[in-house]
């Protein structure tokens, strides 16, 4: 019997160039002005299995780079695997304040497209959010205030 495949159309935008010493290691960044809503790559996806994740994966760098992927399991149960990304979308850092790409899963051809949020400047990173459960010292975090500048915070506060 013959199966008719499925053509997923791919496309990236050329106007990117990786940065490799960074305060986060590698990041994206624009090489020109980036407009809003330009597709920045479109990404394959390889689902991994929940006890692959859990015994092997999980314990290595590569998990570093997977993302949540919701599947149903043979019985029917949502659940949340892990995914590799092929592409652009394993090199996207993490930015709280600044996030410029946002991201659309496609479950059933398993690819994920990014896009620019808004215009993107020649020069500036492009970053995602990853969320708040961070497992790594976020380089975007304003520093903590100095013991000194607290107490001298605390001294100004008037009670009355
Ligand atoms: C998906 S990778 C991104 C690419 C990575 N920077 C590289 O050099 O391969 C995720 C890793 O990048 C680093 N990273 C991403 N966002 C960061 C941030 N805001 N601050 C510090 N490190 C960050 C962390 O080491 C994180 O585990």
Known sequence: MHMESTRIPLERCPD???LTDTPKGRGVFAAKL???KTVLDACPVLILG????ERHIEHTSLYH??????????????????AIIFGLGSMFNHSSHEQNVVWDRDLLRQMIT???????????????????HL????????????????????????LD
């Open 50 to 53: 929940i006890e692959e994740n």
């Open 34 to 36: 980036i407009p809003a």
């Open 135 to 158: 497992t790594f010292k976020d380089a975007d975090a304003p520093p903590l205030p100095r013991p000194e500048d607290e107490i001298e915070q605390l001294n100004r506060i008037q």
């Open 16 to 18: 990117l160039v990786i």
């Open 114 to 132: 990014y896009r620019a949020l808004r215009d993107i400047q020649p020069g500036e990173e492009l970053c995602i959010s990853y969320g708040d």
């Open 65 to 82: 780079y997977t993302y949540n992927w919701p599947i149903v399991n043979e019985e029917g149960k949502k659940q949340k695997a892990q």
